[in-house]
């Protein structure tokens, strides 16, 4: 196994640091004993400062910039010479604790780790063995799964893949377009919130289940955007791209590339005779619940959600379908300003940090089954 010297310089450039508005910690740190290695080099890592006393490691959490929602995300590699029991420590600075330890060795299979909250610190204790450990908050899901998982879909489903623009940091925004005989565009977006992974564990099964749906994609055009703020994801974000701005507040001003980007491409739609229908959104909260516009503010059709979300309800009889209607005008919020601009409904679909992996895919297959059902029932009752 190898250990490299230079890590333990690179760890001591974040003990300086004390918390102050728009500091942007990189969350890159690393460091290493005789024994053990701690490192962050791969995307979504992060880690702020680090130190290892024996069996113990201490790891210091902060956010990207201050004020920020409280939601203290944390990714590092673990390795051992010898095989041991080590205990990890996580102290957060700015946030209280949101995310249950979890680690993989293949990136791909997760196990839920034991853990105790100590005076605000998260404990926890890992066997090390001959491969490197991965630990974070919830699954990874990087850049190149969205690469992976994007070149996959366009091949499969024949779509088009259209470079919307750039991150403030040069990473491509790109949409996959399904193009039916339609002038109807209905939209998916996603990962404005680097952590909130079980938000993307939905979106990917529910576009996948959409274009399955032959009939639907000959009636509707979908745009995906799945990875709305790829620089967030990289740098472990907890919540802001790399200009320390909450995308999901620059819907109405777009002073960021991420978000500009994609009203640009929706502008050149519109301007090309196309009409946005319907806009989904992917988060994660405490809890699984859809934020949805409220009826009667002269949105058409009026019926879009509550139609679907009733359809949700009946296909998923186990699962409480929470409907939480609520009116921002003016916040910069994507189903605010998406409603606002084009008169129709839109939602931000927001599963639970901890909710059920099978169960988050099983309601993102019945919710694209229901709402192509809402859409196709609502365009045959408009002919
Ligand atoms: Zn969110």
């Given at each position: 196994m190898l250990f490299h010297k230079h890590l333990l310089s690179a760890s001591l450039l974040f003990i300086c640091c004390t918390l102050h508005a728009s500091v942007n910690f990189d969350g890159k740190a690393s460091c290493q004993s005789e024994s053990l290695l701690l490192t962050t080099d791969f995307e979504s890592a992060r880690v702020n400062d680090c130190k290892i006393n024996g069996n113990h490691v201490s790891i210091s959490i902060k956010p990207e910039n201050k004020p920020i929602n409280d939601s203290p995300w944390y990714a590092f590699k673990l390795e051992a010479k010898t095989a041991s029991e080590v205990t990890v420590r996580v102290k957060y600075y700015g946030g209280k604790h949101r995310y249950h330890p979890k680690a993989s060795v293949d990136g791909v299979n997760w196990t839920a780790l034991p853990y105790r909250i100590k005076n605000g610190d998260l404990v926890f204790q890992v066997t090390l063995g001959d491969t490197p450990l991965l630990v974070a908050g919830q699954e990874i899901v990087s850049n190149h799964a969205y690469e992976n998982w994007m070149q996959n879909i366009k091949t499969r489903f024949e779509l088009t893949s259209v470079s919307l623009g750039q991150s403030v940091q040069g990473r491509a925004i790109t949409a996959l377009l399904s193009k039916g005989q339609s002038d109807k565009y209905l939209l998916v977006?996603?990962?404005?919130?680097?952590?909130?992974?079980?938000?993307?564990?939905?979106?990917?099964?529910?576009?996948?289940?959409?274009?399955?749906?032959?009939?639907?994609?000959?009636?509707?055009?979908?745009?995906?955007?799945?990875?709305?703020?790829?620089?967030?994801?990289?740098?472990?974000?907890?919540?802001?791209?790399?200009?320390?701005?909450?995308?999901?507040?620059?819907?109405?001003?777009?002073?960021?590339?991420?978000?500009?980007?994609?009203?640009?491409?929706?502008?050149?739609?519109?301007?090309?005779?196309?009409?946005?229908?319907?806009?989904?959104?992917?988060?994660?909260?405490?809890?699984?619940?859809?934020?949805?516009?409220?009826?009667?503010?002269?949105?058409?059709?009026?019926?879009?959600?509550?139609?679907?979300?009733?359809?949700?309800?009946?296909?998923?009889?186990?699962?409480?379908?929470?409907?939480?209607?609520?009116?921002?005008?003016?916040?910069?919020?994507?189903?605010?300003?998406?409603?606002?601009?084009?008169?129709?409904?839109?939602?931000?679909?927001?599963?639970?940090?901890?909710?059920?992996?099978?169960?988050?895919?099983?309601?993102?297959?019945?919710?694209?089954?229901?709402?192509?059902?809402?859409?196709?029932?609502?365009?045959?009752?408009?002919?």
């Open positions: 977006i996603g990962r404005q919130h680097p952590p909130e992974i079980t938000g993307a564990l939905a979106y990917f099964p529910f576009s996948e289940t959409l274009l399955e749906n032959s009939t639907f994609r000959q009636h509707y055009n979908i745009v995906f955007v799945p990875n709305i703020n790829p620089d967030g994801v990289a740098l472990g974000h907890w919540r802001h791209n790399v200009n320390g701005v909450d995308l999901n507040r620059d819907w109405k001003h777009f002073k960021q590339p991420e978000t500009a980007a994609i009203k640009q491409y929706l502008d050149t739609i519109v301007k090309r005779g196309g009409k946005i229908i319907y806009g989904v959104d992917f988060h994660s909260t405490h809890h699984d619940v859809f934020y949805t516009m409220p009826q009667g503010k002269g949105l058409t059709p009026d019926d879009t959600t509550v139609n679907w979300l009733e359809r949700l309800a009946l296909a998923e009889p186990n699962f409480t379908v929470l409907d939480k209607p609520g009116h921002n005008p003016g916040r910069g919020v994507f189903k605010q300003w998406l409603s606002d601009t084009y008169g129709v409904h839109a939602i931000t679909y927001e599963m639970g940090d901890n909710t059920n992996r099978k169960v988050i895919k099983q309601v993102a297959i019945s919710a694209a089954n229901t709402l192509s059902e809402t859409l196709l029932n609502q365009s045959k009752t408009a002919k």
